[in-house]
């Protein structure tokens, strides 16, 4: 793993915070997944598009995972910014797409794309494993290590 490449930022974020985030989204989109309701669907998406758009200060689901966090007492784990952006505008892509495909009647292909994003989802919250970083490493840096 000492190949991957991840983007950098000067701006820093809290590792424990972001997954925590994450992981509320996570629940989100299994209560999505067994009861077909696509406001939840909607809500995690909407918060994934202010994280990897806007800010993750901006986040409900952030805020209320800080407030968890320090209830736990957790010590903050500084990590770069952009490598929790890039991973959330692949979680925004998935959820517009569940969602677009949901309201066009194909539960199947939307219910697909929810489970294929709650599984990466579950992988950086859980296993603190970042598939964003491994895309990144051999699908966008390629393309900028040719300019």
């Not at 998406?45 to 806007?54: E, L, P």
Request: charged share 15%; aromatic share 12%.
């Amino acid at each position: 793993m000492k190949s991957i490449i991840c983007p950098i930022s000067k701006e820093k974020v809290d590792n424990n915070q972001s997954r925590a985030t994450v992981f509320i989204s996570v629940i989100f989109m299994m209560v999505f997944i067994y009861t077909k309701n696509p406001a939840l669907l909607v809500i995690a998406t909407a918060d994934t598009f202010i994280r990897a758009v806007f800010h993750p200060r901006y986040s409900p689901m952030g805020m209320i995972a800080s407030g968890i966090l320090n209830v736990l007492n957790r010590q903050v784990k500084k990590i770069d910014l952009s490598k929790k952006q890039f991973a959330s505008r692949l979680g925004m892509l998935c959820g517009v797409t569940s969602i677009l495909l949901f309201y066009l009647d194909l539960e199947l292909a939307s219910l697909t794309i929810a489970v294929f994003w709650m599984s990466l989802a579950i992988l950086d919250s859980v296993f603190d494993f970042c598939l964003g970083c491994i895309i990144y490493t051999y699908v966008v840096f390629p393309f900028y290590m040719k300019k």
